[in-house]
């Protein structure tokens, strides 16, 4: 700990000169007053010019936006969050729907594939293979004594774009900058972590500028090994912590979460976090359709890690309505790369069992192909009511698919999830003309508004923002042990309850990127009440839990200065 705070909001430490300035957390550039440059060696190391935080961020700003492209504009973002944070932060909170694009998907893809490019100063834990036996003695620094939240990858399934190896660090850093910037979580408390294992992206193995381990990726026993290593460092440094998992490969994902989320308070954010935002904006369109959770018809296109999640908060949520297990499960159709899922299909997961048709159910079916039932085939049979896609195939949802769709459902549910933008399913502006507008959409990246008919229809973005960064601040504001399957369906319920569509039909399914902090607050409370209920945390009155989660949102300013060399 460099720094203290003290109860009159003055910020005090010992660094002074280079040491202060180079600290991302403490620098604040030319917004150091007179006496402070004094106090601290900084005259001669700064420009004259005495600023403020408001004139920084514009300046930033107008930096920012002069580069040419999306990829300059994420490497800008990335070297003033290593320059400073808090600077960085004010401008991510004050734009946050212009930023989150750059900072997330779809530009964090083209980040983590350059990412060798632009590595220029360290942020996170690098946990590499050939250090394996070294991870608790590196988690042992004191530098991480005020970790609370890690999200952590594998760097082999980024977005849909596959391996990237350790530019998969990518991802953590752009996750956390999201918690911080939309829930509040002081960054001092986050830490990226890439378990770095090799790769097996050729491209990255012969890139001279890779920063990685060039080595094939460790596999099987050693892999599970490597995993288990780091965390059981985790919870022996950290025990209270909470482990986000992510773009790990359907392979490991499934797998890894089952096997900790009793040991510590981990999530999955591709499994639970893209299920509850998947869940509650179909919630919010039931809004508009009148149709109820219980008569839609659902097809997953997509049965991995992401689909399966979505497929079962669904079911649970249909169970929660009324239906039993076996009528919930009719409802569901799901189509993988070898059509949809029937019994008697071989290589079929265990994760995937509970949303397999039987063949009776499809016996008067008319098939193009009785070997493969394609997604036009389930289409055309099942009617469905809601189609959702976390396939990673770019374009999937063609013009024969969804105009079928179209033709038996007044207001389709469509949602197009893949990231980044360039492996959606669909356009929104397709999916608007081929269901002559009424199409409900909601996406897995930014996409701008859709003109149609003279009106600018805005898209909403299904992403997994509107979760779990909330998650995360309620989790923390309770110290929650655990995150149970029911605190991600008290965020989704909370999400639905938050959509403009409950006041209008003709409003949003979702609140405005804009409105992301507010909506992480009420989703920090949603669950955070319902881990108090579920067992896995302290119970604590309502208005303390506000006040509680209100002390645990940070906020991107200046402090006051004052030199201390003990602080």
């Known amino acids: 700990m460099k720094y203290r705070i003290t109860a009159e909001g003055i910020l005090e430490t010992g660094l002074s000169g280079f040491d202060l300035i180079n600290f991302p957390l403490l620098n604040k550039g030319t917004a150091f007053t007179e006496d402070e440059r004094t106090d601290f060696a900084l005259h001669g190391l700064l420009p004259p010019h005495v600023g403020n935080l408001e004139d920084q961020a514009a300046r930033r700003l107008k930096a920012l936006r002069d580069r040419k492209t999306d990829f300059g504009r994420y490497a800008y973002l990335r070297d003033l969050q290593d320059t400073n944070e808090t600077l960085f932060y004010a401008v991510l909170v004050s734009n946050i729907e212009e930023m989150m694009p750059l900072v997330y998907t779809p530009t964090v893809g083209e980040g983590c594939q350059r990412f060798s490019e632009i590595w220029r100063k360290p942020r996170g834990l690098f946990l590499s293979y050939p250090n394996r036996h070294k991870i608790r003695e590196i988690l042992e620094h004191h530098r991480y ?7 952590v990858s594998d760097g082999e399934r980024i977005l849909g774009l596959g391996d990237q190896g350790a530019g998969g660090m990518g991802i953590p850093i752009g996750k956390l900058a999201l918690y911080t910037a939309c829930a509040g979580i002081h960054p001092q408390a986050c830490l990226p972590v890439l378990l770095d294992v090799g790769t097996d992206n050729v491209e990255r193995l012969e890139d001279p500028l890779y920063v990685g381990w060039r080595h094939q990726r460790v596999r099987g026993g050693e892999y599970d090994d490597f995993v288990e290593a780091f965390v059981s460092a985790v919870i022996a440094r950290c025990p209270r912590v909470l482990l986000q ?62 689909g399966i999640g979505i497929a079962t908060l669904l079911l649970t949520a249909m169970k929660n ?23 008697g299909m071989p290589d079929i997961r265990p994760a995937q069992q509970p949303f397999v048709q039987p063949r009776s159910a499809i016996a008067n079916w008319k098939l193009e192909d009785n070997d493969h039932i394609s997604l036009l085939d389930v289409v055309r049979n099942a009617k469905p009511t809601t189609l959702i896609g976390v396939s990673g195939q770019a374009g999937a949802f063609t013009e024969e698919v969804i105009r079928a769709m179209a033709a038996s459902v007044d207001r389709p549910v469509i949602f197009p999830l893949s990231n980044p933008t360039s492996r959606s399913e ?10 002559e507008g009424r199409a409900l959409i909601g996406t897995g990246s930014p996409f701008a508004a859709v003109n149609w008919n003279g009106r600018e229809l805005p898209i909403d973005q299904t992403n997994n923002s509107y979760i779990f960064p909330g998650i995360g601040l309620g989790i923390l504001s309770v110290n929650a042990r655990r995150a149970t399957d029911t605190m991600f369906m008290a965020a989704a319920r909370c999400l639905a309850e938050l959509s403009p569509a409950r006041r209008s039909k003709a409003g949003r399914l979702l609140p405005p990127v804009s409105e992301l902090r507010s909506v992480s607050f009420a989703v920090a409370q949603a669950v955070a009440l319902q881990a108090i209920k579920d067992g896995v945390a302290d119970p604590l009155d309502e208005q303390i839990l506000e006040s509680r989660i209100r002390a645990n949102v940070w906020e991107p300013v200046y402090l006051p200065y004052r030199f201390d060399p003990c602080p």
């Open 145 to 151: 004594d005020t970790i609370r939240a890690i999200v």
């Open 245 to 306: 998992w992510e773009d790990f490969a359907g392979i490991n994902a499934g797998r890894l979460l089952e096997r900790y989320r009793d040991r510590l308070c981990t999530f999955n954010d591709d499994i639970q976090g893209t299920a509850a935002v998947a869940a509650g904006t179909l919630l919010a369109a039931i809004n508009v359709t009148g149709m109820p959770l219980t008569e839609q018809r659902i097809v997953l296109f997509g049965v991995g890690s992401a």
């Open 321 to 343: 309505a009324g239906l039993s297990e076996a009528e919930a499960r009719r409802h569901f159709y799901a189509v993988d790369k070898d059509g949809l899922l029937v019994e």
């Open 426 to 435: 669909a356009t929104p502006a397709d999916l608007l003309k081929w269901t």
